[in-house]
C-alpha cells in the first residue's frame, strides 16, 4: 500500500554534541501520523568506530554515569557492527530513495523528517551527508520538531513534558538512548499529540 504522505522518525546516537564527532547508531522509522503505525520496515544500523576518532570526554561521562545510559552505551558499541560510519548514511540515503518510491505516491516530496529538535539530529544528518558526498533527500518544508508539536499539547492537557515522557517509555517499553528504541517512544508522543490537537479519536482519549 502506498500513501500521499509519510512520516519519519529519526534519532541518532553519538560520542559527542557537535557533527565533528562520530554518528554510532541510526535509528528511522517510517510511521502513519494519525495512528502511529509504521509502514514500512525500520531503518537501525550501529557503526564500527575507528580507533583514531574524535571523542567527547563529557560525552563520554555522560553516557556512563548513568548503569542504563552505561548498559546501552556497552550494547552499541559491542554488538557486531559492520559499517563504517560513511556506509551506515549511504545506507540510510538508499532507505530513504527506496521507502519514497515502494511506499509514498508523492516520492521524496511526501517524506516528512522528525526527530526530537532540529538543532541536534537533522542538523547532524544534514552535515553528515554533506561530509559524505550525499545529496539531502528531505525537502526543506518538511522538517518537523516534536519538541514544537509537544508545546500546545502540554498547555492543552496541563502535562509537563517528563509526565509524558514516562508515559511514552512505559507505552513502548522504551530503551532509553538506543536510537531506534527512542524513535518508537518519540512516536507515540508525535501520534498522541497529533491526534488530541486535530481532534482525532484515539488512544490519546485514555490520557
Known amino acids: 500500500m502506498k500513501h500521499s504522505r509519510i512520516d519519519i522518525m529519526v534519532d541518532l546516537e553519538t560520542i559527542g554534541l557537535g557533527d565533528q564527532y562520530p554518528v554510532i547508531q541510526i535509528g528511522a522509522i517510517a510511521f502513519d501520523l494519525s495512528s ?48 563504517s560510519e560513511s556506509s551506515a548514511f549511504e545506507a540510510f540515503d538508499e532507505w530513504i530513495h527506496e521507502l519514497a518510491v515502494d511506499h509514498c505516491t508523492n516520492g521524496l516530496n511526501g517524506l516528512h523528517l522528525w526527530s526530537n529538535g532540529i538543532a541536534f539530529d537533522s542538523k547532524i544528518l544534514k552535515t553528515k551527508f554533506e561530509q559524505f558526498g550525499l545529496t539531502w533527500p528531505i525537502h526543506y518544508r518538511n522538517d518537523r520538531d516534536m519538541r514544537t508539536l509537544l508545546d500546545p499539547y502540554l498547555a492543552l492537557t496541563g502535562q509537563t513534558y517528563e509526565e509524558v515522557k514516562i508515559k511514552a517509555n512505559n507505552a513502548v517499553h522504551q530503551e532509553e538512548h538506543e536510537a531506534l528504541s527512542d524513535c518508537q517512544a518519540q512516536i507515540w508522543l508525535v501520534s498522541q499529540a497529533w491526534r488530541t490537537l486535530t481532534h482525532i479519536p484515539g488512544s490519546c482519549q485514555t490520557l
Not at 45 to 56: C, F, G, I, P
Open 36 to 83: 502511529g503505525s509504521p509502514v514500512a520496515a525500520p531503518f537501525n544500523e550501529r557503526v564500527y568506530l575507528l580507533s583514531d576518532v574524535l571523542v567527547s570526554a563529557d560525552t563520554l561521562r555522560w553516557w556512563v554515569k548513568d548503569e542504563g545510559r552505561r548498559n546501552t552505551f556497552a550494547k552499541i558499541l559491542c554488538e557486531r557492527a559492520d559499517r
